[in-house]
């Protein structure tokens, strides 16, 4: 079984590349999440969401910042960077580039993440860039 820190590594490539056959090795079926973000679970409805920032910032890159680990969970508080290029929301390319904080928990079990919580402000993302 890899370690917490090896399932955040894998987890953090997925979302720098886009590469789902990572998505597909790291997350189990019936996979669950819970954000404010969006009300869409499940790891199509995931695929979707990293695709759509992927697009709207092919730069994008997550910084760790902290990780803890706890029996079944990991917890990261990372810092988000990348230059908006693509519509997101409805806004398009603005070209500006921006930093955001944020928060997962990753619950995994057998070497899969089953079930993750996400925490970052959307509202203030979406602010930054019609600034």
């Known amino acids: 079984m890899g370690s917490p820190v090896d399932m955040v590594e ?3 490539q997925w979302w720098h590349t886009g590469d789902v056959a990572i ?3 790291i997350y189990a079926d019936g996979y669950e999440r819970h954000s404010t973000d969006s009300d869409a679970s499940g790891l199509d409805a995931l695929k979707g969401l990293v695709a759509m920032y992927r697009k709207a910032f092919p730069d994008l890159r997550f910084h760790p910042d902290d990780m803890v680990s706890q029996d079944d969970r990991v917890a990261v508080r990372w810092t988000a ?5 693509g519509e997101l929301s409805g806004l398009p390319a603005t070209g500006r580039s921006l930093e955001l904080p944020g928060c997962d928990i990753l619950r995994v079990r057998e070497d899969r993440i089953v079930e993750s919580w996400s925490f970052y402000d959307r509202a203030a ?5 019609r600034e």
């Not at 960077?81 to 290029?85: D, E, F, N, S, V």
């Not at 993302?125 to 860039?129: D, E, M, N, T, V």
């Open 10 to 12: 894998r987890w953090l």
């Open 23 to 25: 998505a597909d090795a």
């Open 81 to 85: 960077t990348g230059t908006h290029r």
């Open 125 to 129: 993302l979406l602010a930054k860039l």
